[in-house]
């Protein structure tokens, strides 16, 4: 350990004692990872953690200050109450279609992507990404446009014949939005695992007879497997959260836990019950998180075996 020295001639600047400061500590992974952590501390822990102690204080509206007294009245308010749980199981029911028909179709565009020459895929690549520049409340107007009773898509059915469908303001629209929101995020993670295989494997899975299918199934989709776990995962994470696309797509009724969580804390001012919702989410998303891992390493194993 060195000690700081100031050098009496010479005026010592803000940079120079910031540099002598981290001499002070070793060079190791921990002190490299201090701003990292510090991040992480108070984006996520610090304020998130906050509102899992302020769940355990007694309900006083417009209150946000904790204080000693310990309570599990919220919680019990949740347990005793269906109309949460039904909350709470379309917001699942949301998100894992959201989470599969996202990935299914991220992996399908990844993959034509992967395979593009490279003169198109920079193109193509960003075309797929370009959802990501628009607002997603200016995309999820487009949506209503196309979708409406009125909109594009029933106005094509008239066309040909075919009775009008009520899609939006349902959970079939949410779905629709929150896959065309998230799916640039499943191609960007599954193209990051392709571009690690080499294009030779599939070439050769071709010359010893595989069909198409087959070099995908057998070949590119175990490979790229952790590319499509991230990206579920992202999917997951952010649709369990989602408001903006509920809130303008779903029925005036139908809400997911998002949307209640914001009605506590903005509309009803309980922010200790919205805070009991907070954490539900969390341990919920954190919950099924841990069993798609847990799932997807089993199968990666028989894999692994089968190979």
Known sequence: MSDISLNRGAPMTLRGLFAQIVDLFPKSGLTISIPAAAIVFFGLVLPVGYLLLLSFNPAQLGVIELVPQVTFANYLKLVGDGYYWSILGRTLWVAAATTVIASALGFILAVSLWQTSPKWRGLLTVVVLAPLLV?????????????????????????????????????????????????????????????????????????????????????ILPLAMPGVVAGATIVFSLAMSSYVTPAMMGAANSYVLATVVYQQFVMNFNWHFGAVLVAILLATSLLTILFMLTAVARLSRRWGEGA
Request: a neutral charge; zero cysteines; proline letters at 4%.
């Open 135 to 219: 607002s997603i409340v200016a995309r999820t107007f487009g949506w209503i446009i196309i979708l409406g009773n009125k909109g594009l898509f029933n106005r094509a059915l008239e066309a040909v014949g075919i009775a009008p469908m009520q899609i939006m303001y349902t959970d079939t629209a949410v779905i629709i939005g929150l896959v065309h929101v998230f799916i640039p995020y499943v191609v960007l993670t599954i193209m990051a695992s392709l571009d690690r295989i080499d294009p030779l494997l599939a070439e050769a899975a071709k010359t010893l007879g595989a069909s198409g299918a087959t070099t995908v199934r057998e070949i």
